[in-house]
């Protein structure tokens, strides 16, 4: 008994030491998420799909859980029995391309996909906003630490930036 509790920690590290490490765990989810993504464009060869969940079950399901791996395998089955169509032709849409390149660096910062129109919405309430702020510092210049005078030019910036938005 005297030797129980360091087999525990013992047989605690020892499995802890044989999973997967983070790295894998991230790529794997990577893969998977990628396999996923081109599984369901159309333009994609079936081959390609069909290639891409066999590799993710050969080298990637090392510590995922049980319903993607029997996920992968199902897709691999279903997909080794269809036939490659032709691909439709590329069509410019907002989807094809907010699509994303494949996976690279699993640290790397994801792709810009905000579109040009939210942007400028984005640089009108980031104007107004100013310009509330520009209000309420004229208002409460001249307020020498009156709090009636402060509160009446907090209710004129917030019905001011509730505008705004």
Excluded at 22 to 38: G, N
Excluded at 47 to 52: D, M, Q, S, T
Excluded at 85 to 112: E, I, L, N, R
Excluded at 154 to 162: G, M, S, T, Y
């Amino acid at each position: 008994m005297r030797f129980l509790p360091g087999s525990v920690v013992l047989a605690s590290l020892a499995l802890v030491a044989c999973g997967p490490s983070l790295k894998a765990a991230v790529e794997s989810d990577m893969r998977f998420e990628h396999c996923y993504r081109i599984d369901e464009d159309a333009s994609t060869p079936v081959a390609h799909k069909r290639g891409c969940w066999k590799e993710w079950t050969a080298r990637y399901s090392r510590g995922q859980a049980r319903e993607r791996i029997s996920y992968a395998k199902e897709r691999v089955r279903v997909l080794h029995g269809a036939v490659d169509a032709a691909p439709p032709p590329m069509v410019a849409s907002t989807q094809t391309a907010a699509a994303g390149p494949p996976p690279g660096d699993p640290y790397a910062p994801p792709p810009k996909v905000v579109p040009k129109a939210v942007e400028a919405v984005t640089a009108s309430n980031q104007a107004c906003s100013d310009a509330c702020s520009k209000a309420w510092n004229t208002c409460a210049k001249p307020c020498t630490a009156e709090a009636t005078c402060i509160l009446a030019c907090d209710e004129k910036f917030r019905l001011c930036a509730k505008a705004c938005l």
